[in-house]
Every structure is written in structure tokens, then in C-alpha cells.
């Protein structure tokens, strides 16, 4: 038996690499690649799999991860959000789908029929939808979570089905108080695990993160997605619903960010096999045979499910184009459809032709679906253009709710999108001392730290997050897409580099700066995409020789000019080279500086022009903050007062020898100390 399931294994996904890639020349989505290969390998195909059972089983497992995953992404604040989509929407797209599907097949197949056929055309695919709008980054926008929560609810709404179908063979009475027990059942286990999640779960978690086990990490993931999978599938309700409610309890965790990281490869490869099984289920023969009412049928339910979700998502008062796009997306029939079609085969309510026409027809239309949301945009800007009455009208991109975009790309904070801001890798003294410089100079910040219990220790007092920030997912939640600077203060070098490299990839602009305990550690850093890189050694190392001269009375112009003959001699112009950016690279001399005024100091209330700066001191005044407001070209008559942040452009000689120019001379300084 193992030997049958590793063969069968093996086939699908060898056969599956040749059919992708096959589907990648002609530019179409992966999703359709697997379909195709389940169809090949199923039993009216080549028949390559004998033991379909155990690749359905493993199929169920790849949703149950799919739901996982996105109830991870998701947070109970953010569910209680969704509210209104969830219960308007969700009901009113399974109420008017069922309507309109009974209107039209109760002339011809009588009213039974009609609801059967209307409860298995109201589903959609979770799998399918979620896959696709995931690969485009589309989850995080208004149609991305209007989608799912109409998902959430077609899952919800399995339930009565799967009651309505017996009931409607006439193989049971209707017992009002069994299917009262039911509901109390599922509301009540769906309650436990809630409250599981709220007062049990983050002491288990805790304890299992300071182990710092990666792999005892993944094994308490896997086993709570699960068992609570597990758990809803023994009341009756869906494996997915289950592991949607486990992620949802974890994505409240602050350690959530790693376990969606580990979690990801299992839900790729098992919602690939998902796809596979769905294909297997084709009867290649009855498809060439029946191909005009196959494809008849999908039109129509097509057409039925895209004319039915309009008016349901738009009593969320959305605007059309995202109406549209809607409608595309939940334009297919669902994976839990078949399941019905399959008990009503059993029950007799439906023939083996319409078992098999519907079975065609569903399947196309999930091969459609990546085109059918390829389509939506084209389709949303050619009715609005038509609205408009305008002849020529250019499409409209592909970017809808901006705002809920800009969420998706970077991260709230006290209700306030976090753009431009500072991630801090470590939370040690460097990392302290660090986030004390932001808050002191309102800089925006947040935290990613490993240790559980500085995490604990600190969630109250600082923006601060679980997670290893060598994970590309852990980088995307801090926000590095719109961070402005990312410093690394970490001891460990591989995870370093993983951080660096993660974090170029995704912000080309972004400004990385490293510390690293060795002096030759430095290269391999910049070759990663750091800005710059601090040797703690060497910085260190010059900090005690800079002491040590001004023990022994040296001058401290002396003592700094010696420093910055070291520091150029040993990574000065790998500094200055590495600053990123055509114009600093064309001239990789200059530097940008802010100095303060200070009340006394030799510029204060002079102007650019008495100062002479560029004449005198070989600085230029690139700009000049009064306040709230930026001069960005300062003229000879501004006027330089206490409390001003002047930025200069110069050599970094030329700016540490005019530095001080900005600060009150050390003998004023020692009169007033005297004074005082």
C-alpha cells in the first residue's frame, strides 16, 4: 500500500512538471497545469492512478492548509471587520444564486431538482479563488476580502445542504429538534475552540517558541491545524472551516509570523494535489462525446453565478469595478459541489447523465476561472466606459481601493499607516538604544526580536514582533516594502545575510545597515545589498584608541583626524562606494549631513551669506528646517536660527571639519558652567 501511494505521488508530480511547464509557454496560470494533469492521469485518461482514494484524502488536507493560511493572514479584529461582506454579501450570493438557478430548472426538472441543482451551483471554489487572488496579491483589496468572506459563508452554509438532500429524496422526516441539536453542536464547538484559542493557546505557544525548535515549532502547527480540522469535520461541518478557525486563533499570537512561514510549502503542495483530484475526476470519453451540452451548461452557469453575485455585492455599496471583479472571481463551481452532486447521485435524484454533464461542466468552469479573473478588469473598464457613453475610453488599472492596498503593503499602527518608517532587527542594547534615538526624534519604528521573552517582556511599552526576519513573510508584515531603513543588530551572520537579501528584493531603496563583529565579514554584506556595514571590532577598537590619545592629552582635532585616516585606509571607500543610487554613485565623495543650531554657536543668527560656508569651509547648504517647514533651497540672505536643522552637502572631511560651526564653543560653554 505505502509503495502504491509513493508511486502514485511520483507520477503526479513528475508528469505535473512537464504539463506546467507546457502551460507557461502558452502563458497559462499554473492551476490550469495541475487540472490538466489530473485529467491525464485519471481513469478515462491514461490511467495512471489506481488508488484515487488516497490522493483525494491527501487533496482535503491541501484545502484544510489553503483555509489555515488564510486565517492566519486574518485577525479577529479583522473578521469582526468583515462583518457586513460575511453576513449581506455571503447570504445574499447563496440566497439569489439558489434563486435564480431553482427559477430556471424548475420548468423542465420539477422542484426537487431545482434545489438541488441550485445548492450545488451556489458554491464556489475556496481552493481556486483564494489560490489565484493570493499569486496576484490581490487578498489584501476590496475584492480579495469580499471573496473570501462570501467563501466563509458558502462554507458555513454546507451545513442545511447537505440536511436539505435527504429530506428532498424523502429518505427522512423532517426532525426540527434533531436539527436544532445539530446547530447547537457546531456553535458550541466552534465557541470551545475560540475560547481555546483566546486563554490556552498563547501559554502553549509561549512555551513551545522558547524552545527555539524549529521543528517542534512546525510539529504544534501542523497538529492544531489538524485537530481542529478534525474536530469541525466530526460535526458535520467542513475540514477547511476547521483549519480556517486554527489559523484565525493563531494569527492573534504574536508569533504567528514564523508558523505562517513553516506552514507555506506544506500548503502548496498539498493544494496542488487538490487540483490534480479534481481533474481525475473527468470522464474524458462522455466529455468528447457531450462537449456542446457541457459547454452549453458552463456558460450557463457562468453567466447565472456572475449575474447573481452583481446585485448581492453591490448592496455593500462597493463600487461597480469592484462589483465586477467580484462577480468574476466566485464565477466558478465549488470543490464541495461535487461532494453534493455525488450524495445525490446516491440518493437518486439525480440520473448518471446529469451526474456527469454537471461533473464536465464544473470542472470547465474551474479551468476558466484564471481567465475569467484575467478578464475582469477588461470587463470592469468596458461597462464603465459604456456608462459614461464615451467612444474611446483607455483601460483603467488594475488597482482598486487604494487605500486597502496601502494597507496591504505596509503596516498600521495606532490606526496609522507605517510608511517611511525603521525596522529594528534585534532587541538587545544596540536595538534599545536605537529605538530610544527614534522615539526621541519621532521616527517611526517597529521590532522584530526572536526571543519569546523580550517579546513578552516588551509588547506593552514597544512596537515590537515575534518573528525570524530572515523569512521574506515575517519581512513583508514589518512593512520593509515602504520601510525607509532596516538596521540589522543580530550576532548571528547567516541569519544576516538571509535578512539582507530578502529584504533588497523586496525594496531596492531601501537603506540596510548591518552591524558584524568582523572586519571581513564587511564585502560579503555589501555583496548582499547592504548600504552599510559596522564592525562592531574595529568601531570598538577606535573607540579605546580615541580614549586612550586623549588620556595622553593629544588635541582632539588630532585625535579625529587620525580616526578618519584609519577608518578611510580600512572601509572608508567601500562606505562611500556602496551608497546606492546612479547620482551617489557618480559621485561617491559626497555625503549628506543634518546639523542642529545651537543657541551661542558661531552660525546662529547669521546668514548663509555672512557665514561664507561654501567659500570659507567648502560646505554647501543643501537645505534648511525652520520648524515644521524645509526650505529645500536656502538662499545667501537665509537666515540661520537656534533650533534650525541645517543639511549640508559636502566631503565627509569638509563636514567634520565645519561641524563646528553648529555647536556652542567649548569655553562659552565652560564660563557658563562657572557662572552657574
Not at 488536507?61 to 493572514?73: S, Y
Not at 476561472?369 to 478588469?377: D, G, H, R, S
Request: glycine share 8%; net charge negative.
Amino acid at each position: 500500500m505505502e509503495e502504491l501511494i509513493l508511486r502514485e505521488i511520483a507520477v503526479l508530480f513528475l508528469l505535473s512538471i512537464l504539463v506546467v511547464i507546457v502551460c507557461h509557454r502558452f502563458r497559462l496560470p499554473s492551476i490550469v497545469g495541475f487540472l490538466l494533469t489530473g485529467i491525464l492521469c485519471g481513469p478515462s485518461a491514461l490511467g495512471l492512478i489506481p488508488n484515487k482514494e488516497a490522493v483525494d484524502i491527501m487533496a482535503e488536507v491541501g484545502v484544510a492548509f489553503l483555509m489555515f493560511t488564510i486565517g492566519m493572514e486574518l485577525s479577529g479584529k479583522e473578521l469582526v471587520r468583515m462583518k457586513r461582506p460575511l453576513l449581506l454579501g455571503g447570504s445574499a450570493q447563496v440566497l439569489l444564486t439558489l434563486a435564480a438557478v431553482f427559477g430556471l430548472t424548475f420548468w423542465w426538472s420539477g422542484m426537487r431538482l431545482g434545489l438541488v441543482y441550485g445548492c450545488m451551483v451556489t458554491l464556489s471554489s475556496t481552493a481556486i479563488v483564494l489560490s489565484l487572488l493570493q499569486q496576484k496579491g490581490q487578498m489584501d483589496s476590496p475584492q480579495g476580502r469580499t471573496c473570501l468572506a462570501v467563501l466563509i459563508f458558502q462554507d458555513l452554509a454546507i451545513v442545511p445542504m447537505v440536511l436539505v438532500l435527504p429530506l428532498l429524496s424523502g429518505g427522512l422526516a423532517v426532525d426540527i429538534h434533531s436539527m436544532g441539536m445539530a446547530a447547537g453542536k457546531g456553535v458550541l464547538t466552534i465557541c470551545g475552540i475560540l475560547l481555546f484559542g483566546k486563554f490556552v493557546l498563547p501559554r502553549l505557544m509561549f512555551s513551545v517558541v522558547r524552545t527555539r525548535s524549529r521543528e517542534l515549532m512546525l510539529m504544534a502547527t501542523l497538529g492544531l491545524c489538524l485537530a481542529v480540522a478534525l474536530i469541525t469535520y466530526e460535526i458535520g461541518l467542513s475540514l477547511a472551516l476547521g483549519a480556517f478557525l486554527a489559523g484565525l486563533m493563531l494569527a492573534e499570537s504574536e508569533y504567528s509570523l514564523n508558523t505562517l512561514e513553516s506552514m507555506l510549502p506544506f500548503k502548496e503542495v498539498f493544494s496542488s494535489i487538490f487540483f490534480m483530484s479534481v481533474g481525475m475526476l473527468l470522464d474524458v470519453e462522455f466529455f468528447i462525446t457531450h462537449v456542446h451540452i457541457v459547454a452549453a451548461a458552463a456558460a450557463a452557469i457562468v453567466a447565472v453565478k456572475i449575474l447573481a453575485a452583481l446585485p448581492a455585492v453591490l448592496l455593500l455599496n462597493y463600487s461597480l469595478r469592484t462589483v465586477i471583479l467580484v462577480a468574476f472571481s466566485l464565477a466558478q463551481v465549488g470543490e464541495f459541489s461535487f461532494v453534493l452532486a455525488k450524495s445525490a447521485l446516491g440518493l437518486e435524484l439525480l440520473s448518471d447523465e446529469a451526474y456527469q454533464i454537471f461533473l464536465a461542466s464544473s470542472i470547465l468552469t474551474m479551468v476558466l476561472t484564471p481567465l475569467l479573473l484575467n478578464a475582469a478588469p477588461t470587463a470592469a473598464s468596458f461597462v464603465l466606459c459604456r456608462m459614461m457613453h464615451s467612444k474611446e475610453c483607455p483601460p483603467l488599472p488594475d488597482a482598486e481601493g487604494h487605500e486597502d492596498e496601502a494597507e496591504a503593503s505596509g503596516i498600521i499602527r495606532d490606526g496609522r499607516l507605517l510608511k517611511d518608517h525603521l525596522i529594528i532587527i534585534g532587541f538587545g542594547i544596540g536595538g534599545k538604544l536605537m529605538a530610544q534615538g527614534a522615539r526621541a526624534c519621532g521616527i517611526p519604528y517597529i521590532i522584530s526580536e526572536m526571543n519569546p521573552d523580550t517579546v513578552a517582556r516588551y509588547r506593552d511599552s514597544e512596537p515590537i514582533r515575534h518573528g525570524d526576519a530572515s523569512f521574506p513573510l515575517v519581512l513583508e508584515h514589518l512593512g520593509a516594502s515602504t520601510a525607509r531603513a532596516l538596521t540589522i543588530l543580530i550576532s548571528d551572520p547567516a541569519g544576516g545575510r538571509g535578512i539582507i537579501a530578502s529584504a533588497r528584493a523586496m525594496n531596492p531603496s531601501l537603506r540596510i545597515i548591518v552591524r558584524t563583529r568582523y572586519l571581513g565579514n564587511i564585502q560579503h554584506y555589501r555583496d548582499l545589498g547592504a548600504d552599510e556595514v559596522i564592525p562592531e571590532e574595529f568601531e570598538t577598537s577606535l573607540e579605546i584608541f580615541a580614549r586612550v590619545l586623549n588620556h595622553y592629552l593629544v588635541p582632539r582635532q588630532i585625535i579625529d583626524e587620525h580616526i578618519e585616516a584609519i577608518r578611510r585606509e580600512n572601509y572608508g571607500m567601500e562606505r562611500r562606494l556602496g551608497m546606492g543610487g546612479s547620482v551617489m554613485q557618480s559621485l561617491p565623495d559626497l555625503q549628506l549631513a543634518a546639523f542642529h543650531v545651537e543657541e551661542g554657536s558661531p552660525v546662529a543668527g547669521k546668514s548663509i551669506g555672512e557665514i561664507q560656508m561654501r567659500k570659507e569651509h567648502g560646505v554647501t547648504a543643501a537645505g534648511v528646517r525652520h520648524g515644521d517647514t524645509i526650505d529645500s533651497s536656502p538662499s545667501a540672505q537665509t537666515l540661520l536660527l537656534p533650533g534650525d536643522v541645517v543639511y549640508l552637502l559636502a566631503t565627509q572631511e569638509k563636514i567634520t571639519a565645519a561641524a563646528w560651526l553648529f555647536r556652542v564653543p567649548e569655553q562659552q560653554t565652560a564660563k557658563e558652567g562657572q557662572v552657574t
